[in-house]
């Protein structure tokens, strides 16, 4: 019974080392995230409304003023860019991420799709899962800057204008709440000014846009009277001309989306961290408890036992 007592008492010493461990992840876990909510919220409002300018721009303009409007008539080469973690010990953050981009690539889809991979954990699941990846970033996802990312947007951007793929999408954990993240696949490429109006929720919008084509093209309208879309019926004078401002916008709209999915991937990431260093470090106290009341348990029949030894060589002295 002593042997036993030993066993349970290194058992109970391993199970508080192991806790303590979880608990620093913890909490280090819970700094990130306070830090990367921080630069999540800066970014929002610079993201947001440069969608409603695009959004408000896009809808005036012809598609062919630029590529980057352009829809193909079939889409036969996809390019996804996935955002996963650099380490694990995040819950179910990974696994969930990959259950989706295998909905969305085809196992051994080979030259009908592009698919790229930033973080570690990523690329070694998907490649586990039979999903050729073309290409995984060296970089460390919480390391990126928004440097970085321009030039991974502008080589997604180069494959789509060169013809080398037909569309381009990012897949990525979108965070809603501390207690709910989701994965979630969003289309970079070709860019759709209704939806983007319908998203970002812009004055106007593809309504707006089509109410000016329609008083543009009524009996009587000429082309010095037609509106500049939204804009200019809100009478809004816009130096350079809408087309100059929409090219100018254009990449850095892609440029900002890109880099707010990775910012909300990576909270997403600490909040799931998070979460499942807690449920370790609770799971820990209910083994510790048990253990504890296994070696009392244990201990008590051990003492009992010499009582009884104790009291059964005095007996037989008499």
Request: hydrophobic content about 40%.
């Amino acid at each position: 019974m002593a042997k036993g007592t030993k066993e349970l008492k290194r058992r109970i010493t391993g199970v508080k080392n192991i806790q303590q461990i979880t608990k620093a992840m913890e909490m280090v876990a819970t700094q990130k995230l306070k830090r990367l909510q921080t630069r999540a919220e800066a970014a929002r409002p610079f993201s947001d409304k440069i969608q409603q300018m695009v959004a408000r721009l896009a809808g005036s303009v012809r598609s062919d003023l630029s590529p980057l409007l352009q829809p193909r008539a079939e889409v036969k080469v996809r390019s996804v860019l996935v955002v996963s973690s650099d380490k694990g010990l995040c819950g179910g953050f990974n696994s969930n991420l990959v259950r989706l981009v295998q909905h969305e690539v085809p196992r051994n889809a080979g030259g009908s799709h592009r698919t790229r991979v930033l973080g570690n954990k990523g690329g070694l699941l998907l490649r586990g899962k039979g999903i050729v990846v073309l290409q995984k970033y060296p970089d460390h996802v919480e390391k990126l800057d928004f440097t970085r990312v321009r030039n991974i947007v502008r080589e997604l951007v180069a494959e789509f204008v060169e013809g080398k793929v037909d569309e381009v999408s990012v897949i990525y954990t979108s965070f809603k709440s501390s207690v709910s993240q989701k994965p979630v696949v969003a289309t970079l490429l070709p860019i759709r000014p209704e939806t983007l109006a319908a998203v970002a929720g812009a004055p106007g919008g593809a309504a707006g846009a089509h109410a000016a084509r329609a008083a543009a093209s009524a009996p009587g309208a000429t082309a010095d009277a037609q509106p500049d879309g939204p804009a200019a019926a809100a009478d809004v004078i816009i130096e350079p001309s809408t087309d100059e401002l929409l090219k100018l916008l254009l990449p850095k709209f892609l440029e900002m989306k890109v880099y707010s999915a990775i910012l909300e991937s990576l909270a997403s990431e600490f909040t799931s961290r998070r979460n499942a260093m807690k449920q370790a470090t609770d799971a820990a106290d209910e083994m510790i408890g048990s253990l504890k009341r296994q070696y009392n348990r244990a201990r008590q029949e051990s003492i009992t036992k010499e009582l009884l030894e104790v009291v059964s060589g005095a007996e037989a002295l008499k």
